[in-house]
């Protein structure tokens, strides 16, 4: 049987949910009982994991086939997948809450590769993960240490010993701690065989941002695939004493660990972590870019490729990234190196790249030619505020605003809705420059008006603008989406308000430097895009980012643009004109 595809795995598990609510049994019935049946056939003598087991599950037909597919896997592989397989099959709310989603084995061997190469010793100090459900990183580091002692002839009872004592892992959900410490015990088979004992590990249930404190300071190496959703109120004020100096709003829980790594880390300590993207650019990332500066040394950013195929029932972009906390004595350091992975795990370098230690974003390039792009953007002092723009998000919250709203222009008048305006959505944006607004009801049900009561209501923009897509995907071909809200559509309805899922640069300077449909023009230029990709790390264009985005020198754009060429050459011209950017670089550039 070959390796499951996402749709054949979506598959086995809804057989087995409709298997657990035949036999009214739970999810830790189900793993514990197939992972009970699997050491059974393949690891005779281990002692059960401290799962529940239901025999009588094993007389179904899907489960005997989820069974046979596990026994066909390497132990890694079909560890993630019965550990994904558990994760799927709890309550979705829960799920979502400990965010369980798993690394694939291939990305756990090219991080541990990574740290090798760093000079990580796997027969050598301490080794954590703070999040191990599954053991995805445990397992694999256990077989290398196992590796690496063999080869200096050490006895089955010493490795045991060794691994027992050296490597160490913790997680919120019991579940899974029985899982992990079950899957170590098949990873090191052999040597439980030959050493006629089983060793215990140290796999610790609990909260590694409460219950951790005691070890700040003590580990030698740190792996972690942390969760990632957005935290609470309460969890924040419970966090804040550890983290005060990384909390900004309401983070996401996986920055938390980030820090927590740090903090755990010994001096010189290293740590490989498996996160989104998003803690490389999004405001409320600041502090914690800020912390990362100053406290540790960013080795080097592997940017996987594939967004769909990482994790399970998650799209997301990922990031593998590698970190060194900084002695006292070691120099402060502002680059890093920066590959793209493959799913399969293998990467191409792309070259180094500068860290601002200014809790700006961090541009990292996702191509080797933008390590060039970036190299000559970084001498322009030019922001969107320097054309004359000023960037806004969209204020209108179509699901908690409470205002009245018309479906079309006939509707406004027909209420006699004076202060009626229009309101943009992103599904008006098209692409081109292009505003698609008649006042006619849509098709989609969107309100086409908003009455704010008062035409000089803040919310309401009465400049012409550039409005864009706020939610784009770097799998789109341009991730900057504008149109142009010009002063004749002004005239007629007399302003607009923005949706939020839109965002608005409006002109604030009776002259800029780029009226409004050069403007949305110079947003949708290849050279910006490519720009824009390295600094965002998120689906959202957010107007943090906006405001970082580096841009032409506008007197030197306009020089160009009077020769007769077009903004899209111009902006090219403008970027690389005086740089020492070689040939090749140019041509793929387009230039």
């Known amino acids: 049987m070959s390796t499951p595809t996402k749709p054949s795995f979506s598959l086995h598990i809804r057989e087995l949910r409709d298997v657990l609510k035949r036999r009214n049994a739970s999810p830790a019935a189900m793993v514990g009982t197939i992972l009970h049946a699997w050491c059974t056939q393949a690891y005779p003598g281990l002692t059960s994991a401290e799962l529940p087991v239901k025999r009588g599950l094993l007389v179904d037909v899907h489960v005997k086939t989820f069974l046979s597919m596990l026994r066909e896997q390497s132990l890694l592989d079909a560890a993630y997948w019965l550990s994904s397989a558990y994760a799927l099959l709890r309550e979705d709310v829960y799920r979502k809450t400990l965010a369980m989603y798993f690394t694939p084995p291939s990305l756990t061997e090219r991080l541990l590769g990574d740290l090798e190469m760093q000079g990580v010793s796997f027969d050598n100090g301490s080794f954590f993960d703070p999040a191990c459900g599954g053991a995805a990183f445990l397992a694999p580091i256990a077989h290398r240490m196992q590796v690496a002692l063999k080869a200096q002839g050490a006895s089955p009872r010493k490795i045991l010993t060794y691994v027992e004592k050296n490597l160490f892992g913790m997680d919120v959900d019991s579940a899974l701690c029985a899982l992990s410490h079950q899957f170590l015990k098949m990873a090191l088979y052999e040597e439980i065989r030959a050493a006629r004992r089983e060793p215990t590990f140290r796999i610790m249930p609990g909260n590694s941002l409460c219950d951790l404190d005691v070890f700040f300071g003590s580990i030698d190496v740190l792996v972690c695939n942390p969760p990632y959703r957005k935290t609470n109120k309460k969890e924040i004020e419970k966090y804040r004493d550890n983290f005060d100096e990384v909390i900004e709003g309401q983070p996401n829980i996986y920055g938390l660990f980030i820090a927590l790594s740090i903090k755990l880390l010994k001096q010189n300590g290293v740590c490989g972590l498996v996160t989104p993207t998003s803690f490389l650019s999004e405001q409320y990332f600041s502090k914690l870019r800020g912390l990362l500066m100053k406290e540790a040394q960013v080795l080097s950013i592997g940017m996987v490729s594939d967004r769909s195929g990482v994790f399970i029932d998650v799209l997301q972009e990922t990031a593998l990234t590698l970190l060194r906390r900084k002695s006292r004595t070691r120099t402060s350091q502002t680059k890093a190196f920066v590959s ?173 430097a780029l009226m409004p449909k050069q403007m949305a023009e110079l947003l949708g230029c290849y050279v910006i895009d490519r720009y824009f990709r390295c600094i965002s790390g998120a689906t959202n264009v957010s107007a943090f980012e906006l405001s970082q985005l580096s841009l032409p020198d506008p007197a030197q754009l306009k020089h160009f643009l009077a020769r007769g060429v077009s903004i899209e050459v111009a902006s090219r011209m403008a970027v690389f004109e005086c740089s020492n950017i070689p040939v090749k670089a140019r041509s793929e550039l387009r230039i």
Request: hydrophobic fraction near 35%.
């Open 340 to 512: 793209v992975v493959s799913r399969d795990g293998s990467y191409l370098n792309v070259g180094s790249c500068v860290l601002p230690n200014s809790g700006s974003s961090w541009p990292i390039p996702r191509t080797e030619t933008d390590v060039f792009l970036l190299k000559n953007a970084a001498t322009s002092k030019f922001r969107i505020k320097d054309y004359g723009y000023a960037v806004r998000i969209g204020t209108f919250v179509w699901n908690r605003d409470k205002r009245p709203v018309y479906m079309s222009a006939a509707e406004v008048k027909r209420r006699k809705a004076r202060t009626a305006v229009p309101l943009l959505w992103s599904s008006d944006i098209k692409s081109g420059g292009i505003l698609r607004f008649d006042g006619a009801k849509k098709e989609n049900g969107e309100p086409c008006f908003v009455d704010f009561g008062d035409m000089a209501h803040r919310s309401i923009i009465r400049r012409a603008s550039v409005i864009l897509q706020r939610v784009t995907s770097n799998d789109q071909s341009c991730r900057l989406i504008p149109s142009v809200v010009s002063k004749t559509f002004l005239k007629k309805y007399g302003g607009f308000v923005g949706e939020n899922h839109t965002v608005i640069l409006e002109q604030v300077v009776a002259k800029p």
